[in-house]
């Protein structure tokens, strides 16, 4: 493909079994952005919507799960897509999770909606089997 | 253990007796050759022989007493206390894992070789390579074992003290004081930094307190969960908080994640957060050089 492009990086994949893997996952979506050629803040809304979606595994998937980062093409724009999965018990009510102000864990109850507020497309599979978040921001 | 074993096995005891010091020479020279260039630490060369000359002794008491199958390298060993300790001085000095298990794996090439100058019969051998695969590498996870969990051991402890001591807060002034914040902000040490934060507050009787967040790499809603805590309970201590050195990013996001920050006071950056923490307390700053002049 196009050798010259400068995001034919390699998809980042990072097991998130700990908050500081939450941590390191972060610090790797923002430097993967950035090499992508994503401006300062859209750098900084994909790695607090990773965070996110970490401190989600973290708290609601007991600590299993991983984030995998990648970058495609799509037309002539670059676009990068978190891939959030765990094997939890899934989002009960996807729409009621997907509200400001829900929270089940006494947070501030707006992680998700936040996370799509942050990023181009959201898109959620759930099941009792676990959760599949796929993110995605155009450049 | 079968009869080419057990003969290995006595060979082997043979030679530690015979050609102890050969084999000490060739070991210990081979070994800190492998190291030049690399690491040393400060580890003396006097220090490695004579541990190692102590090694080929306990290996030598090992094999001469009814060794077999079964045997498992127990923390009761002299032999395994022997290399227990070794590893974690070495761990400690900051070698690399691959350093130690060369050790234990080099003696192992060398008494091999030193085996075949006395007996060539393939049977024999591969008996003698497998008694010695028996014992070596056995201690040579033991070593690795002890490597890892003393790093580890070592890890948790500095990750403790970076705890300690990345939350201090400064007084800047009388009755004002600094929480700077550097670093991921979790739940442990959100919970410590409040603590820290609230018994400055009413140690000092601080009146004005600035919190500034330039070090902080990532806002997102569970990092402002905390800081909103934190603020909160200064806020019931009486004290007026000033939050500063947010980034124009971090701004931008914790509007798109639709988190408000209520009527905190902020300011851009620490300096403005001082001076109005200054004009709060009544304090007026005055260009000396300028009315000299």
């Not at chain 2, 410590?192 to 140690?203: M, R, V, Y």
């Amino acid at each position: 493909m196009n050798d010259e492009a400068p995001c034919l990086l390699d998809a980042v994949h990072i097991p998130i079994q700990d908050y500081a893997d939450v941590a390191e996952a972060g610090r790797n979506a923002l430097l993967f952005a950035e090499a992508c050629g994503f401006s300062k803040v859209l750098a900084y809304y994909i790695a607090t919507a990773v965070i996110e979606l970490g401190n989600n595994i973290m708290a609601h998937a007991d600590s299993d799960g991983s984030i995998v980062l990648t970058s495609q093409f799509e037309d002539t724009r670059i676009v990068i897509e978190i891939i959030a999965e765990d094997r939890g018990p899934g989002i009960f009510d996807v729409d009621l999770a997907l509200t400001d102000g829900y929270t089940t864990n006494n947070g501030l109850g707006c992680g998700l909606p936040g996370v799509a507020r942050l990023m181009d497309e959201l898109h959620i599979e759930t099941s009792d089997q676990g959760t599949r978040i796929r993110a995605r921001k155009r450049r | 253990m079968n009869a080419l074993e057990q003969a290995a096995t006595d060979r082997f005891t043979t030679l530690l007796e015979t050609k102890r010091s050969v084999i000490l020479d060739t070991w210990v020279d081979q070994f800190l050759a492998d190291w030049e260039g690399t690491r040393h630490g400060n580890l003396p060369p006097e220090e490695i022989r004579a541990q190692s000359q102590l090694f080929l002794d306990q290996l030598h008491r090992l094999l001469q007493n009814n060794f077999s199958h079964s045997w498992q390298p127990q923390s009761a060993d002299p032999i395994v206390q022997l290399l227990t300790q070794l590893s974690e001085t070495w761990a400690k000095k900051g070698l690399a894992a691959a350093q130690s298990t060369f050790y234990i794996l080099s003696f192992k090439r060398i008494l091999l070789a030193r085996y075949l100058e006395l007996e060539s019969d393939p049977a024999a051998f591969s008996a003698a390579v497998a008694v010695l695969d028996l014992v070596l590498d056995r201690l040579s996870l033991v070593v690795v074992e002890r490597f890892e969990m003393t790093r580890e051991r070592l890890i948790k402890q500095q990750s403790l003290s970076l705890l300690e001591l990345s939350t201090p807060v400064v007084k800047i002034w009388d009755h004002m004081i600094l929480l700077p914040l550097v670093g991921v902000i979790d739940t442990a040490r959100a919970r410590k930094i409040t603590e820290n934060l609230l018994n400055s507050i009413a140690e000092i009787e601080a009146m004005v307190t600035i919190v500034d967040i330039t070090g902080v790499p990532v806002l997102d809603t569970a990092v402002a969960g905390h800081l909103m805590k934190t603020i909160n309970a200064a806020q019931m201590l009486g004290t007026h908080v000033i939050l500063t050195g947010m980034s124009p990013e971090g701004a931008q996001t914790l509007v798109k994640l639709g988190v408000s920050l209520g009527d905190i006071t902020t300011r851009g950056s620490l300096k403005a957060g001082i001076s109005e923490g200054l004009a709060a307390l009544g304090k007026v700053i005055i260009d000396g050089h300028r009315r000299a002049g």
